[in-house]
């Protein structure tokens, strides 16, 4: 879709360049990523470019910004630079099991569901958004102790439940209280970027309190009335189909998350495209990937993006169960080998999702904006990739991010990209300290930490 804008490309490299001479004269850069090939959907840029940081801010992304200009210089040379992924399904935290959870007053004794925010930096992503752990009940504990102390952005989409996903209690229709969850997103706008609803009453007959989208209906009316998107985790009945959620219930803008699980009728029975799927978009309906332990299938999705369905984000639905094998870079890896061109990748992990919470100044390189940027290189050779019923996809293409940078902090670079080799290091790389509180023996003073 953006290719054809290309001719728009060129000014707006000039005008980038000049505000980044600007930048330059104030000071010089902080860190410059040089000769990258820079993808940025948002800004329309698709290109070998530099990219410079002041502060904690992009100051430019221009062709040949002098390497005098800068106190640090990342040759990126042959690797993709992006602006930091999004991942808008992680799990962090404990997700309302209770912090005693080994002890036998607890009300729920599975394991903590969520995972550490920060490892999803080895992806390049740079903002995750929790998806419903925590509800009404618990959010502030997660935030406390999880979200505060996060190098990645975290925000969050609040459950309806109010005790959130790990406490037992999601079928209890009396917890998904929308006055409640209204209120706390009201109190933390800054970080609650949506409502989540999910895992409601999948098996048992329903009665009178479980009536078929009680718990659709409820995340609804919280969203509505502080205009956020809900994001549905959803399983098809009988008196429940894939076709009214999508078609009714969801208004435009809300996401349905594991759009390529097992459950859904993504595909008729002669293997061609539901047009509910487009008939759902063409509402403003949003498919998101989720792609989870249980939520992801190539039977519905290779037969899908080759009909040219691409869900509009790809996120990892990261927790416990999964954090082994799955990653984000692995996410867009599967989508790359099923096909989907680069940029279409990265457009479905910058821009798009981005926008799906409502958040534009995120996902984009533009100057000004908080300098989050993922280094990502594309490997050629033979891999091997896997879905959830344990079927196995072969591809020939495989992406690795190689640094992460966060608010204009390197904070992931394990092949050492941004650091000296060893023998060159300075002196003090090689003293042998006496005390604790020595100066510590550093190749360099780029801060890191
Ligand atoms: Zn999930």
């Known amino acids: 879709m953006w290719h054809g804008m290309k001719p728009a490309i060129a000014q707006l490299a000039i005008i980038v360049a ?31 470019m530099d990219v410079a ?30 602006p930091g992924l999004i991942d808008i399904h992680y799990h962090i935290g404990h997700g309302g099991a209770p912090l005693n959870w080994f002890a ?38 997660e935030k406390q102790e999880v979200i505060d102390h996060a190098k990645v952005r ?19 229709v009396d917890e998904m209280d929308p006055k409640r969850c209204e209120a706390m997103i009201r109190k933390y706008p800054d970080i609650i970027v949506g409502v989540k ?47 009214d959620l999508i078609l009714k219930k969801m208004r435009p803008g ?22 509910i799927m487009e008939e759902a978009r063409k509402r403003g309906v949003i498919f998101d990937v989720g792609h989870g332990a249980g939520s ?6 290779v037969p899908a993006v080759r009909q040219g369905f691409i869900p509009d984000s790809f996120s990892t639905d990261l927790h416990i169960e999964n954090f082994t094998i799955l990653s984000m870079a692995n996410v867009m890896s599967k989508f790359l080998s099923m096909g989907v061109p680069l940029e279409d990748v990265i457009q479905r992990t910058t821009v798009n999702p981005a926008r799906e919470i409502h958040r534009p100044e995120l996902g984009t390189l533009s100057p000004g904006k908080e300098a989050d940027i993922a280094v990502l290189e594309e490997q050629h050779g033979k891999f091997g990739y896997i879905d959830c019923g344990y079927a196995r996809m072969d591809g020939n293409v495989k992406l690795v991010a190689r640094m992460t940078v966060r608010a204009g902090r390197i904070l992931y670079d394990p ?10 290091a300075r002196p003090q790389y090689f003293s042998t300290p006496t005390f604790g509180n020595s100066t510590p023996a550093m190749a360099d003073d780029y801060p890191r930490k």
């Open 18 to 48: 000049l505000s980044g001479g600007l930048w330059a004269q104030a000071g010089g850069y902080d860190l410059l990523l040089k000769g990258g090939h820079v993808i940025d959907p948002a800004n329309h840029l698709d290109g070998i």
């Open 53 to 82: 940081v002041s502060g904690n801010q992009i100051a430019a992304v221009a062709k040949n910004i002098p390497s005098s200009q800068a106190k640090k210089v990342v040759d990126v040379s042959g690797l993709y630079v992006t």
């Open 104 to 141: 036998q007053e607890a009300r729920s004794h599975d394991e903590p569901l969520g995972i550490l925010p920060d490892l999803a930096l080895q992806s390049g992503v740079t903002t995750i958004v929790d998806a419903g752990s925590s509800g009404a009940e618990t959010f502030v504990q």
């Open 154 to 172: 975290v925000l969050a989409f609040l459950n309806i439940v109010g005790n959130g996903m790990q406490g037992g209690l999601e079928q209890t």
């Open 197 to 243: 609803t999910a895992h409601y009453w999948t098996e048992k007959a329903w009665d009178a309190e479980h009536t078929p989208w009680a718990a659709v209906d409820r995340a609804e009316e919280c969203a509505q009335a502080v205009n956020v998107p809900v994001m549905v985790d959803f399983w098809p009945r009988p008196q429940r189909t894939y076709a």
């Open 254 to 275: 809300d996401i349905h998350t594991h759009v390529f699980a097992q459950q859904f009728p993504i595909l008729l029975p002669d293997g061609k495209l539901n047009p």
């Open 296 to 301: 992801f299938w190539f039977r519905n999705a």
């Open 415 to 424: 092949s050492g990209l941004s650091m000296t080799e060893w023998e060159k």
